[in-house]
């Protein structure tokens, strides 16, 4: 498999079951994070992931911030 970076113009040849680790690690280090900086400056953080329809993340939304009132 051949990855090209649409930045740089950088080009990777790799397999991808050999990224799979480290991706996933870094992915969820990110989400962590952010899930962490928000709680820390009073931000509403609700992951959501690309399946969940928007009206549906939308009503848990605001369902639970109905709930935190």
Partial sequence: ???VDKETG???RTQ???LKK???RSVHE???RLEREC???AIDYNLVTTETPFD???VRYLNKR???R
């Fill in 1 to 3: 498999m051949r990855f």
């Fill in 10 to 12: 950088e080009k990777l």
């Fill in 16 to 18: 991808p079951w050999f």
């Fill in 22 to 24: 480290d991706y996933r």
């Fill in 30 to 32: 990110w989400i962590s």
């Fill in 39 to 41: 709680k820390e400056d």
């Fill in 56 to 58: 549906q993340a939308l």
């Fill in 66 to 68: 109905r709930r935190l």
